[in-house]
């Protein structure tokens, strides 16, 4: 299979990087700071950020983390906070003080911070005020020894940072209360750190750069060791592929509506588009759709990254197909799988195809991508990125498959994880002691060397005998007009060991099992047709939006249920 996959390989990409091209990720945005320094690096509600400022707002906070918390080489730094300014700041400042970045979901419960922070050993927290008094419940149960806090205004000039925090607080309500003792203010720390020296530090490419926890392929979430040298390996192969696309260095605008504490917002959007002196319009709301838009109006942006779910919400809206679409170059997605009704609407109305890429957090994350250049949306998620090596196995026997048939995706390249956090026989579970990774995705390889994603390999029904993908009868539910959403799962069966279970969020009422069997047996086998139709008014997301079917597989999830 490898050699046929690099007899396709596409002319117009590199087959090879250098992952070493930057000793450090310090190394990449300093040498991308001074190249683009009087480029707007970040924007954010009005306020507009320099490469210029960046690097010095960032050096200021690494210096007070240096002389005032007193953090170490390798001591690690959570931060829980959604996409602003002050997270790039806070993020890029850890990094060149030498520290390891853990990045909290916001969203997460006090169990679930308690679990992470113990788990890191993270010593301290920086989190936005709104989310302050999570953090609060969560610390008597770990080993945190300084909570820093910032407010949504704090980067802005005094008057405008008193007056949106004033709003947000008093007049929104969005800042629950919290201990307000012993916590140091973000704002407070980047006015100190402008005074202090900032003492540089000798980071290599294989020191740690990100816990980076996902749910791997046990539903228990561990820390992902990347290092920089997997982050710039993973920046370098992007930015190879997307030398085919016509971008233009210090002139593109992406909107970046993914949150930068998910791996693929971080490394694409911030990591791989500041190599090219991008500025990143941040959007701290997306589930604001109406108000998500009204930021879009403002901006000629060239680049979208996004998945299904976001595509789909903003295609719902009457709005969005007012916008000006001209500058668009690119749309990537990833995170899950696109649908083809979703796909072929946003190019229809933006006129660009959705371009879909692969890849998971043990990768850093990227691991394929379709070319830029592609006119049409594929179903495919493209040729491997440059100095990656795939193969598809056998799930049973390990044996490597031919071309077409459909087997566990493995994968080798300098991006791939250096093994999960004080894990080491999950590590050995993934990583095989030839170093391929084992993606737990179910994928094939057609002739021209294009690799389609089938399914999750845990997600795979079996009934009767026959294997079912998950993704296949989702995307022909999703086209039935009165479907907002869908997911489907397998349930145990004593007659056919499993039987095929969909949650649908209707748009109509109306919708029964009995129209839904009907338009099923038009376009699937007998044995892919939903036996259960369960409604339900949504469906449990991630945090990019990717819809959680293990969360639907667990018994406390119970909606209205209809034979």
Known sequence: ????????????????????????????????????????????????????????????????????????????????????????????????????????????????????IKDSNAKVILVLANFAHVVEKALPQTDIEHVMVTEVGDMFRFIKSRMINFVTKRIK????????????????????????????????????????????TTGVSKGAMLSHRNIIANVEQCYAWMSAGGMDPGKEIVITALPMYHIFSLLVNCFSFLKIGVLNVLVMNPTDIAGFIRELSKHDFTIFTGVNTLFKALLRHRNFKKLNFSTLKMTIGGGMAVHSSVADKWHEITGKPIIEAYGLTEASPAVSCNLLTIKKYNKSIGFPLPSTEIKIIDIQTGAELSIGEPGELCVQGPQVMQGYWNRPEETAQVISSDGWLHTGDIAEMNAEGLITIVDRKKDMIVVSGYNVYPNEIEEVLSEHPDILEVAVIGESSEKTGEVIKAYIVRKDKSLNREILMAFCRERLTSYKIPKHFEFCEALPKSNVGKILRRVLREEHFRTEHID
């Open 173 to 216: 309500k969005m800042v629950p209360k919290y201990e307000r003792a012993g916590i140091i203010r973000f704002r407070r720390a980047l006015s100190q750190g402008k005074r202090l020296r900032f003492a540089k530090v000798d980071v290599n490419g294989g020191d740690l750069a990100f816990l980076q926890y996902t749910g791997g």
């Open 1 to 116: 299979m490898e050699k046929i996959w690099l007899q396709k390989y596409p002319e117009c990409v590199p087959m090879h990087i250098n992952p070493d091209a930057f000793a450090s990720i310090n190394d990449l945005f300093e040498k991308t700071a001074e190249t683009f320094r009087r480029k707007p690096a970040l924007y954010q509600m009005g306020l507009k950020m320099t490469y210029e400022k960046l690097d010095k707002k960032s050096k200021d906070f690494a210096a007070y983390l240096q002389q005032k918390v007193h953090l170490k080489k390798g001591d690690r730094f959570a931060i829980m906070m959604p996409n602003s300014v002050q997270y790039i700041v806070a993020m890029l400042g850890a990094l060149r003080a030498g520290l390891v970045v853990v990045n909290v979901n916001p969203l997460y419960t006090v169990r679930e911070v308690v679990h992470q």
